[in-house]
């Protein structure tokens, strides 16, 4: 992955804005399902009132299946495509808008056969109107390379970024790609979003396990605690499997 960059894709010019390396530092591993993750933050300094769209882009997905064919089909080596379009023109308050965050685990182990609800994690710092939809390939800007549209056996529901995958009939091993765009509104009436940014991952189908009771969560402290700045505060998650 080395040379990875998140690139200006506009027609137009991209103000100041220097393509940045995609390369992230490792936060996590894990050694049970083989995955990692990482992250990487950077500052631009960027002309305001500059709109342009960025994309990191590349064609290394492993076997997916995907709609790019037109129906459900299985695809090696596909595009991919994961950027956003950037808008620093200042809104009516003065200030100029906060892209909402959202974060996703890929890839989600599902088991056949069965019907499962995922919920989006996503946030926004000016508390704006959030909403998902299905990433899509546009003359302005290519959202998601190879695996755009609805992706097969999920249905997404809209007003609260929540995605339901129906495993029925699916085959143990194979990989389902999902691309989503989450996207802000001024107040929940509005129909034109003020940023979207991009969301994908990956819905891996396991065979069922023998006991499939979900593990149950629990703190041995508030769900709402105050700390002072400075202080040392520490808690303990309990885990119970129910099998």
């Known amino acids: 992955m080395n040379g990875d960059k998140l690139q200006c894709v506009s027609n137009s010019s991209c103000s100041t804005y220097t393509a940045l390396s995609a390369n992230g530092y490792c936060t996590d591993y894990s050694m049970l399902i083989d995955t990692s993750s990482s992250q990487i933050s950077d500052v631009e300094i960027i002309n305001m009132d500059s709109t342009f769209c960025i994309a990191y882009r590349g064609s290394t997905w492993p076997g997916i299946i995907t709609n790019s064919c037109g129906f459900s089909c299985y695809v090696d080596s596909a595009r991919w495509s994961l950027g956003c379009c950037l808008d620093l023109t200042t809104?009516?308050?003065?200030?100029?808008?906060?892209?909402?965050?959202?974060?996703?685990?890929?890839?989600?182990?599902?088991?056949?056969?069965?019907?499962?609800?995922?919920?989006?994690?996503?946030?926004?710092?000016?508390?704006?109107?959030?909403?998902?939809?299905?990433?899509?390939?546009?003359?302005?800007?290519?959202?998601?390379?190879?695996?755009?549209?609805?992706?097969?056996?999920c249905t997404l529901y809209e007003e609260n970024c929540t995605?339901?995958?129906?495993?029925?009939?699916?085959?143990?091993?194979?990989?389902?790609?999902?691309?989503?765009?989450?996207?802000?509104?001024?107040?929940?009436?509005?129909?034109?979003?003020?940023?979207?940014?991009?969301?994908?991952?990956?819905?891996?189908?396991?065979?069922?396990?023998?006991?499939?009771?979900?593990?149950?969560?629990?703190?041995?402290?508030?769900?709402?605690?105050?700390?002072?700045?400075?202080?040392?505060?520490?808690?303990?998650?309990?885990?119970?499997?129910?099998?």
């Open 91 to 153: 809104q009516e308050d003065g200030f100029i808008n906060s892209a909402p965050v959202a974060t996703a685990i890929s890839p989600i182990y599902v088991p056949t056969n069965t019907i499962n609800v995922i919920t989006i994690p996503a946030t926004d710092a000016d508390d704006d109107n959030l909403r998902c939809r299905w990433a899509s390939n546009t003359s302005l800007f290519d959202e998601c390379g190879d695996i755009c549209g609805i992706a097969s056996g």
């Open 163 to 243: 995605l339901v995958f129906n495993s029925t009939g699916k085959q143990t091993g194979n990989y389902y790609a999902v691309a989503l765009m989450v996207e802000d509104f001024y107040n929940d009436t509005n129909s034109t979003s003020l940023s979207s940014v991009s969301i994908q991952f990956l819905i891996h189908i396991v065979a069922k396990p023998t006991c499939y009771s979900k593990p149950t969560i629990s703190l041995n402290s508030s769900i709402n605690t105050t700390l002072e700045v400075g202080t040392e505060y520490s808690f303990t998650f309990i885990i119970k499997t129910n099998c």
